[in-house]
């Protein structure tokens, strides 16, 4: 098996854009591009997080898989990145990865039965809570970005 680290930060220090010029051009345009102040922190946190954590200093050393998955051109580091509300997290691997993070949300039926597999759907009517939907949803999210089905 190998090792897997995981990184997290908060986005309120950056809501000013402190740094936006340490993260690599295509980074600083796709910032400027979103029109809310926290979509601008949480990609500034995870372009900085790729140069501090990956060593991506430069749009070349990135590529991306058949479904928009990035990955480091040179290989032997793998990295998948999630954010919600007033976080990013960030997680590395020698192996394919997935991560995500979200903020607690309501039970959606529509979207269980639009996501969630049967025995799925039951197991969150006996849990019957928001907080059993969005371990649910996460740990689905993370397996299909670690499989590279989502970017």
């Not at 997290?8 to 029109?35: D, E, H």
């Not at 025995?119 to 993370?142: P, V, Y």
Request: aromatic share 8%.
């Amino acid at each position: 098996m190998k090792k897997m680290s995981i990184y997290i930060s908060g986005i309120q220090p950056f809501m000013g854009l402190n740094g936006i010029m340490l993260v690599t051009k295509a980074r600083r345009a796709r910032i400027q591009a979103y029109q809310r102040t926290k979509d601008k922190a949480r990609s500034l946190v995870a372009g900085l997080l790729l140069r501090r954590v990956c060593g991506v200093t430069d749009d070349c050393h990135l590529t991306y898989g058949s479904k928009g998955k990035p990955y480091l051109k040179d290989g032997g580091m793998f990295f998948n990145i999630s954010h919600s509300g007033d976080y990013v997290v960030m997680a590395v691997s020698g192996s394919e990865v997935g991560v995500d993070i979200e903020k607690v949300t309501p039970y959606s039926d529509s979207v269980s039965a639009r996501c969630f597999t049967a025995d799925e759907r039951e197991w969150l009517s006996r849990e019957g809570c928001d907080e059993a939907f969005s371990h649910l949803w996460t740990a689905k999210e993370s397996i299909m970005k670690g499989s590279g089905d989502c970017p």
